[in-house]
């Protein structure tokens, strides 16, 4: 079973920026297409950006284009979310998502076999 750790959230004001990480914990094998999620409190966790193993694709919710971007760390497995001009409507737990099913869809939360326990994002106005 891998486990998938997120870090880098907190407490930032609107127009801030916060770059998430995420890493396996364990041994991996292969590399996984990954994205981030978020859950905002009495709402569905959204697809929010992904990238795929290669790293050579990219997707964006709408809501996030131009703002965030996803990219690969030179660790096998590891994904970063560069969030810039954050707005309050940001404001949720970001799930980092690894391993998309083969039949998976890269914006549904059930596309993915991994998720990490997530981290917290507050973005004062």
């Known amino acids: 079973q891998v486990q998938l750790v997120e870090s880098g959230g907190g407490l930032v004001q609107a127009g801030d920026s916060l770059r998430l990480s995420c890493a396996p914990s364990g041994r991996t094998f292969g590399d996984y297409a990954m994205a981030w999620f978020r859950q905002a409190p009495g709402k569905e966790r959204e697809f929010v950006a992904f990238i795929s193993r290669s790293g050579s694709s990219t997707d964006y919710a709408d809501s996030v284009k131009g703002r965030f971007a996803i990219s690969r760390g030179n660790a096998k497995n590891t994904v970063y979310l560069q969030m810039n001009s954050l707005k309050p409507e940001d404001t949720a737990v970001y799930y980092c998502?690894?391993?998309?099913?083969?039949?998976?869809?890269?914006?549904?939360?059930?596309?993915?076999?991994?998720w990490g326990q997530g981290t917290q994002v507050t973005v004062s106005s």
């Open positions: 998502a690894a391993d998309l099913k083969t039949w998976g869809s890269r914006s549904s939360p059930l596309g993915y076999n991994y």
